[in-house]
């Protein structure tokens, strides 16, 4: 483009001096038929072929440019009255040989835009800036369609060049004031998941959606906060965001897992299993999405068996200090000692067992690691198809129930007890 324009202020000058070099005329001519400068491109035309009757490359020239007048004429009345399927088809047909006319290029962007197809506007508006003189406005324009579409980062960029151009243009600098301060949250933001610091970035993103709550912005804040929501024990919360994300990209692959990771705290595995499945679909290398598959469908044959986190009452992202604490409190309820009638004792026994057991893996990292992953870290078999062995019991206290703190009394300290078998 650049130098097809460079070569029509070359070629002029040459046509000023020696106005018969009827080889530099065609040059310019063919030049002038790209830009869509029909009437200038026609006239050199037939001065060439004034001199040169047999020349067909001109003869058939100037009957394109014949049939190219028509269409746009019809293009024009088209987009007058927003007939955008004509423009498209008529333009798609006449851009292949007018590729330097910015004009179509904007009819098209408008009536893609009109359409909903906003990355293709954004494309021809692209073109549209680098074959205008003065391209403030049109960068302006791209920037907007950016930000619409959520590229907030690239329509800061477009609107940077914009202020390179014109520092004081009147749309671009309100607008590049707003948009760098919504970037910068977005920014903070993510540096504060890389920390870890799940409450700040959610309140980070509770006040960038007060100053900007247009979509967009909001998908942005989103495909960072369902994360932080997660991570903060929010979980429905997560689900919803990442869903929200989903109605504006089905096949987005990553938020596709983040919410089937939601879905397995939620313990619903199988619609975990769907989304990480429909993420492989989308990406069959997404490792976090096949692996993830594996996990959900261990964690689903796995929830007909004994579910720790269900024994005692938590949710799967519990701490530490919820698992002792509910530990604590069943154990006080079902030690047997309470019970004097031997249905209810035996009863107990088997309550306390699993109370016991469950603090037992869910206190231990390593333990509760290879549970998450849907592995029994006390279930002899599971460990045998794993390779590995267990350390705990699996369903008995070889020793009776005195190693385990949180039977009689009520101070939440170790407890002392004495249980005899049989």
Known sequence: MGRGMAAIVDLERVLELKPDFYGARLQRANILLKQGELEAAENDYNIV??????????????????????????????????????VEEYINHIIEVQVWDASLYRMRAKCLEERGEL??????????????????????????????????????????????????????????????????????????????????????????????????????VFRITNRCQREAGHVSEAIAECSQILQDDPSDADILCERAE????????????????????????????????????????????????????????????EITKAYRKLAQKWHPDNFSDEEEKKKAEKKFIDIAAAKEVLQDEEKRRQFDQGIDPLDPEAQRQQGGHHGGWGGGFPHGFHHFGGGHGGGGGDYSFKFNWG
């Open 119 to 220: 990355k293709k506007a954004i494309h021809d508006m692209r073109i549209v800036s680098k074959l205008s003189t003065d391209s403030t406005d049109t960068m302006f324009d791209t920037s907007k369609l950016l930000y619409t579409v959520g590229d907030l980062e690239e329509s800061l960029n477009v609107i940077r060049e914009c202020l390179k151009l014109n520092p004081d243009h009147k749309n671009c600098y309100p607008f590049y004031k707003k948009l760098r301060k919504v970037v910068k949250s977005l920014e903070s933001m993510k540096k504060k998941v890389e920390k870890s610091d799940w409450m700040a970035c959610l309140e980070e993103g509770q006040k960038t959606l007060k100053f900007d709550p247009t979509p967009s912005v909001q998908l942005n």
């Open 262 to 321: 939601a879905y397995i705290l939620e313990e619903d595995y199988d619609s975990a299993i769907e989304d990480y499945q429909k993420a492989t679909e989308v990406n069959p290398e997404h490792s976090e999405a096949k692996q993830g598959l594996e996990h959900a469908k261990r964690l689903k044959t796995q929830a007909g068996k004994r579910d720790y986190y269900k024994i005692l009452g938590v949710k799967r992202n519990a701490n530490k200090r």
């Open 49 to 86: 072929l004034n001199h040169d009757t047999s020349n067909t490359e001109v003869q058939e020239k100037t009957a394109l440019i014949e049939q190219h007048r028509q269409l746009r004429h019809q293009i024009k009345s088209a987009f007058a009255g927003g007939d955008c399927s004509t």
